[in-house]
Structures are given as C-alpha cells and as structure tokens.
C-alpha cells in the first residue's frame, strides 16, 4: 500500500509558475512509476505527465510540453512537477498517482494504483 500526498497548489496570474510536489510513503518508492494527471470542472482526468522507474525517463502530454517539467527525488520519496508560463485552460485539480505494476502504458487512470486527494491549482488574473 502507498499513501501519495500533493502539496504546492495555488491561485497564479497567467505567465507565473508553480511547483508541485507529491511525497509518497513506504520504503519502494524507487520502484513505482509516477503520473500527474489534472481534471477541471465538467470534465474528465486527464493524463498531464509521468516519470518512470527504469532510469526516469519521462512522458508529457502534447498540451504542457515545453512548459511543465516533472521530476523525482528517490532519496526523498518525492515527486515534482514544475510548472511555468501557465495559462488560464490549465486550471484544474492535480492529481500524483503511482503505478506499482510496472505498466507499458501510462495514459489514462486505469494505469494507476495509487491516488493522492489531489491540489487545487487556478491560474487566473
């Protein structure tokens, strides 16, 4: 069982940024491959980013590449996700999720295991 908690939500003007952190317990963090997801009002979750296991390689959706960085920090059972020149479409609530399976896809939320309660991020003027 893992327990995933996000942090670092916030209201930003649009062109600002925000960093986003999700702290994870239990001893195989290093083990787990982590996703961001995002989901605004009326609408459905939506995959944002992902961080694997096997040598951290890491995946964006189309709409945040360039602008949204994720990392991790295995010694701190941690996983950031950076976010700049926000725009006001990204305005939602994000979601950390950890897939302790392994999986070749990373999508969607069925690849998931774990979810955190999720942080309010709006971007507004």
């Known amino acids: 069982q893992v327990q995933v908690v996000e942090s670092g939500g916030g209201l930003v003007q649009p062109g600002g940024s925000l960093r986003l952190s999700c702290a994870a317990s239990?001893?195989?963090?290093?083990?787990?491959?982590m996703g961001w997801f995002r989901q605004a009002p009326g609408k459905e979750r939506e995959f944002v980013a992902t961080?694997?296991?096997?040598?951290?390689?890491?995946y964006y959706a189309d709409f945040v590449k360039g602008r949204f960085t994720i990392s991790r920090d295995n010694a701190k059972n941690t996983v950031y996700l950076q976010m700049d020149d926000l725009k006001s479409e990204d305005t939602a609530v994000y979601y950390c999720?950890?897939?302790?399976?392994?999986?070749?896809?990373?999508?969607?939320?069925?690849?998931?295991?774990?979810w955190g309660q999720g942080t309010q991020v709006t971007v507004s003027s």
């Open positions: 239990g001893h195989t963090f290093s083990r787990y491959n």
């Open positions: 999720a950890a897939d302790q399976s392994d999986r070749i896809w990373y999508r969607t939320p069925r690849d998931y295991d774990y």
């Open positions: 961080v694997r296991r096997n040598g951290g390689s890491t």
